[in-house]
């Protein structure tokens, strides 16, 4: 029950806050214009993350009041590390602070995950673990992060998308942890989700506010930190995660190291992520993004399959999702070719 509340408490916040910032009379309507990546025409405020942050840690509170049990210390380490992401983003929409500033504190974000005991301490596969020596461990546990970080604010380019995705893949995690025996963990989850909604009530098709670089920012890294709290404690192994935010860190990464292969500079802004392609090919925000709630649906149900599920099939279901991705990038190139669009190739 206290659960349930907590959620429907953060739920409520991030709708209140989100309506009252679409508004021009409030002093949270700050405009996103559009630029070399933007998928929209005219201005929009992007606030929305605000909301959104705001909603979690109301919800978080009343979850800590009524539970009336202690939470483990990696809840406190990574509320404090995602307010100094979120205090950061929240400049950056303001201001736009230079990337060396936002990139060094998203490594500092890291390092601190890493102080706290939530560093990759193992790689594991299907069937496969191998210990990490402390250096590697710390460089891929800095490298993964700051790669959430930075991914999901990639991939909040498309009204509902980013949304979506934390609404599904955040509620997977919740799945898989109340199913794992912690309810803390399913249960901050389930709050991220709530809060998320409300801000999706507003975002999805036509959005009338984006989440900006801070609720982008700031739900990369929980992604992230959510990600080793489970892989750290054996809840659930770091690769079921990964496969459930996959449609984010497959576009995200393909589409860097093809504009590596190229040679373009990788930093600045463009618009040749898949799910950008397809919106330039005439299929628009909506439908789009509902194409993308599918793939997201499919992933979330790869790995709730794969969590109970033994090596073999594991790796079965891996090989599927593998497939469904290549089988989703043919789709794209097909789009783009039968309206006339030149591919990126």
């Given at each position: 029950?206290?659960?349930?509340?907590a959620a429907?408490?953060?739920l409520?916040?991030?709708?209140?806050?989100?309506?009252?910032?679409?508004?021009?009379?409030?002093?949270?309507?700050?405009?996103?214009?559009?630029?070399?990546?933007?998928l929209?025409?005219?201005?929009?405020?992007?606030?929305?993350?605000?909301?959104?942050?705001?909603?979690?840690v109301?919800?978080?509170?009343?979850?800590?009041?009524?539970?009336?049990?202690?939470?483990?210390?990696?809840v406190?380490?990574?509320?404090?590390?995602?307010?100094?992401i979120?205090?950061?983003?929240?400049?950056?929409?303001?201001?736009h602070?230079?990337?060396?500033?936002?990139?060094?504190?998203?490594i500092?974000?890291?390092?601190?995950?890493?102080?706290?005991?939530?560093?990759?301490?193992?790689?594991?596969?299907?069937?496969?673990?191998?210990?990490?020596?402390?250096?590697?461990?710390?460089?891929?546990?800095v490298?993964?992060?700051?790669?959430?970080?930075?991914?999901?604010?990639?991939?909040?380019?498309?009204?509902?998308f980013?949304?979506?995705?934390?609404?599904?893949?955040?509620?997977?995690?919740?799945?898989?942890?109340?199913?794992g025996?912690?309810?803390?963990?399913?249960?901050?989850?389930?709050?991220?989700?709530?809060?998320?909604?409300?801000?999706?009530?507003?975002n999805?098709p036509?959005?009338?506010?984006?989440?900006?670089?801070?609720?982008?920012s700031?739900?990369?890294?929980?992604?992230?930190?959510?990600?080793?709290?489970?892989?750290?404690?054996?809840?659930?192994?770091?690769?079921?995660?990964?496969?459930?935010?996959?449609?984010?860190?497959?576009?995200?990464?393909?589409t860097?190291?093809r504009?590596?292969?190229?040679?373009?500079?990788?930093?600045?802004a463009?618009?040749?992520?898949?799910?950008?392609r397809?919106?330039?090919a005439?299929?628009?925000?909506?439908?789009t993004?509902?194409?993308?709630?599918?793939?997201?649906?499919?992933?979330?149900?790869?790995?709730?399959?794969?969590?109970?599920?033994?090596?073999?099939?594991?790796?079965?279901?891996?090989?599927?999702?593998?497939?469904?991705?290549?089988?989703?990038?043919?789709?794209?190139?097909?789009?783009?070719?039968?309206?006339?669009?030149?591919?990126?190739?």
């Amino acid at each position: 029950m206290s659960l349930l509340l907590a959620a429907g408490v953060a739920l409520v916040v991030a709708l209140l806050l989100t309506r009252a910032f679409t508004r021009p009379a409030s002093r949270m309507h700050i405009l996103d214009h559009p630029n070399e990546r933007s998928l929209h025409s005219n201005p929009m405020p992007r606030t929305g993350g605000v909301a959104i942050v705001t909603g979690i840690v109301v919800g978080g509170v009343m979850f800590a009041v009524t539970a009336g049990s202690r939470l483990p210390i990696a809840v406190g380490w990574l509320g404090t590390i995602a307010t100094l992401i979120a205090v950061v983003s929240y400049f950056d929409d303001r201001r736009h602070l230079p990337i060396v500033v936002r990139l060094t504190a998203h490594i500092a974000a890291s390092g601190l995950l890493v102080v706290a005991g939530l560093g990759i301490g193992s790689l594991s596969l299907p069937g496969f673990t191998y210990a990490l020596p402390a250096w590697p461990a710390t460089v891929l546990t800095v490298l993964f992060t700051v790669w959430m970080v930075n991914l999901y604010n990639f991939m909040d380019g498309m009204d509902g998308f980013a949304g979506g995705m934390t609404a599904i893949g955040f509620g997977t995690l919740a799945v898989l942890g109340w199913w794992g025996g912690d309810e803390v963990f399913a249960a901050l989850n389930v709050i991220i989700v709530g809060a998320t909604i409300g801000f999706l009530i507003f975002n999805f098709p036509p959005a009338k506010i984006f989440m900006g670089d801070t609720g982008s920012s700031t739900l990369g890294f929980l992604a992230a930190g959510m990600s080793l709290w489970a892989h750290v404690t054996g809840l659930v192994p770091l690769w079921i995660s990964v496969v459930v935010f996959s449609p984010f860190i497959v576009d995200a990464t393909v589409t860097l190291v093809r504009r590596a292969g190229r040679g373009e500079k990788v930093w600045q802004a463009h618009k040749t992520h898949y799910y950008q392609r397809l919106v330039q090919a005439g299929w628009g925000h909506r439908k789009t993004v509902l194409l993308e709630y599918g793939l997201m649906l499919v992933c979330a149900g790869a790995a709730v399959a794969a969590y109970a599920a033994g090596a073999l099939l594991q790796w079965v279901l891996v090989g599927a999702v593998a497939m469904m991705y290549i089988g989703f990038f043919e789709l794209v190139r097909a789009v783009e070719a039968r309206s006339g669009v030149v591919p990126y190739r």
